[in-house]
C-alpha cells in the first residue's frame, strides 16, 4: 500500500487499524472514508480537509482491485 498523509493516518490510526488484516482494513477504510465525508456536511472550516483524507482512502482502495 502507499504512503498516507500525516492526517489520514492519524484517521487510521485512531481505528487501530494494526489490529486488522488486509481485507478488514479495505473495509474500514471504506466506512472511514464515508464517515469522513458525513463529517464534512458539517464542519464547513474543516470540509476540505475531511474530503481530501476520504478521497486518499478511497483512491488506495482502488488502488488494491
Request: charge should be negative.
Amino acid at each position: 500500500m502507499t504512503e498516507l498523509s500525516p492526517a489520514a493516518q492519524a484517521v487510521l490510526d485512531a481505528l487501530f487499524m494494526e489490529e486488522l488484516n488486509g481485507p478488514q482494513q479495505l473495509v474500514a477504510r471504506a466506512h472511514a472514508a464515508a464517515a469522513l465525508r458525513a463529517a464534512a456536511l458539517y464542519c464547513k472550516r474543516d470540509r476540505l480537509q475531511l474530503i481530501a483524507i476520504a478521497s486518499e482512502f478511497d483512491s488506495q482502495e482502488n488502488n488494491n482491485d
